[in-house]
């Protein structure tokens, strides 16, 4: 459920039509409904109640300030990758208490960053991080609280770029080293184990791979019981799916209710690390038609949002719905949606059954909350869209269009090559 509905023909965010803020922001941008957001993070805190948990919502999805500020506000921690993300989460009002720390590269800067924040724990992917971990945090005259990210060889049945929990893929331990590793990190004198953490991938549509991923942390969880560690969360990560087009993935009500009827009695902390659920479909990209050609009968949609700044497409293949912001009755044609960008996979949609845009219409690209914005670069010297949120009748920019001037700020030319 998301909060981009017709009023009439005309396509509206909550209160406030969009045509109009294409007017005054220009296109393309980033256009974000504040009640969805909150409806969806909502909706996922609720079907968790009757556990002991912790939502960290996963920061990489959409890092935008605003939207951290409001999750922050909600009482969400934060899943960060990268020293940058903690930077953000804390900026935002984040408590370091509820921030867990993922990603198979954490450098010793990184590492003491978050060490100095306090945050919950690092979810520790190699034996040599958590030696890198013990020694920045002697370094501090501290001790990190850690928890292994292990890999449960479950197939989450994805595409091949977002599944992660796969004996090929580059995450994690393998289930089977996880107590030797645990042995490891008692005998470090900075470490400490709190916590066992997998994330098998992203935009799962099926409950099953869950269930297997969890089956398996949870005997892990009861060795290392036996073997005297405190384990005391257990963190599944993020992944659940959303519709893009014709997904049926299972309401976060449900996902709930599985995984706490298969974590009964186990006295963890559930730590999950929802991302693309929560912002994929409240946020939109609003484009317009520069031109239209048919090119020996295929018809293009040249618009002005490119790969850059939407790059999902391009890079995974993926599916997002087109609407039209002033839609037409008429008959469909069937169409590329492309984009400005040299490339030839720089496209929004191919062969797509769309009404027949005209130039100057706008265009909703649909469902791209998650991995959109923060995804999007500066390739073909393009400044980085607004991206604008609304709430109820008001709509703000929570980030305006990025100048030239800001996009070269940071080179410099050698003396040798100025002119004389
Ligand atoms: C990307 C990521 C997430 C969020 O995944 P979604 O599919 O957006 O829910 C959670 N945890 C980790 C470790 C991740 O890398």
Do not use: W
Request: with cysteine; proline share 5%.
């Amino acid at each position: 459920m998301h909060h981009f509905k017709y009023r009439g023909d005309e396509l509206y965010c909550e209160d406030v039509s969009i045509e109009k803020i294409a007017d005054a922001v220009g296109t393309p941008f980033y256009l974000y409904s504040a009640a969805t957001l909150e409806r969806h993070y909502r909706a996922f805190e609720d079907a968790l109640k009757t556990t002991d948990h912790l939502i960290c919502y996963s920061v990489k999805a959409n890092s935008n300030l605003a939207i951290l500020s409001q999750f922050a506000r909600l009482g969400s921690g934060f899943d960060i990758v990268s020293g940058g993300e903690l930077f953000r989460a804390l900026k935002s009002g984040g408590d370091p208490k509820k921030i867990v720390f993922s990603g198979v590269g954490k450098t010793r800067e990184e590492i003491r960053e978050a060490l100095a924040a306090g945050i919950l724990m690092f979810n520790v992917e190699s034996l040599q991080e958590l030696h890198e971990i013990d020694s920045v945090a002697a370094a501090a005259g501290k001790t990190a609280p850690v928890a292994f990210r292990v890999n449960p060889d479950v197939d989450p049945k994805t595409h091949p770029y977002i599944s992660t929990g796969l004996k090929q893929n580059k995450f994690g331990i393998p289930v089977v080293q996880a107590l030797a590793a645990y042995r490891t990190a008692q005998s470090l004198p900075h470490v400490t184990p709190i916590g066992v953490d997998c994330h098998i991938g992203s935009q799962l549509t099926e409950i099953a791979p869950f269930v297997d991923a969890l089956t398996r942390v949870k005997d892990l969880v009861a060795q290392l019981r036996d073997d005297g560690f405190e384990i005391r969360y257990l963190d599944l990560g993020g992944g659940l799916g959303i519709t893009y087009d014709e997904e049926e993935p299972p309401h976060p009500t449900k996902y709930g209710r599985e995984l706490i009827e298969n974590t009964v009695g186990l006295g963890c902390t559930l730590i999950l690390e929802p991302g693309r659920v929560i912002v994929g479909n409240a946020g939109i990209m609003v484009t317009r038609v520069l031109y239209t050609k048919q090119n020996l009968g295929k018809k293009f949609v040249i618009v002005d949002a490119g790969m850059n700044d939407l790059l999902r497409p391009s890079l995974y293949q993926a599916y997002h719905r087109l609407q039209a912001v002033r839609r037409r009755i008429t008959e469909m044609v069937l169409a590329d949606v492309v984009g400005p960008i040299c490339e030839s996979g720089d496209f929004l949609a191919q062969d797509r059954e769309i009404q027949p845009y005209e130039k100057g219409d706008l265009m909703a690209v649909m469902s791209v909350g998650a991995y959109g914005f923060a995804m999007a670069s500066n390739y073909n010297t393009r400044p980085r869209v607004p991206e604008v949120l609304v709430s109820d009748d008001r709509y703000y920019m929570i980030r305006r269009r990025e100048t030239l001037a800001e996009l070269i700020a940071a080179e410099e030319v050698p003396d040798f090559l100025r002119n004389p």
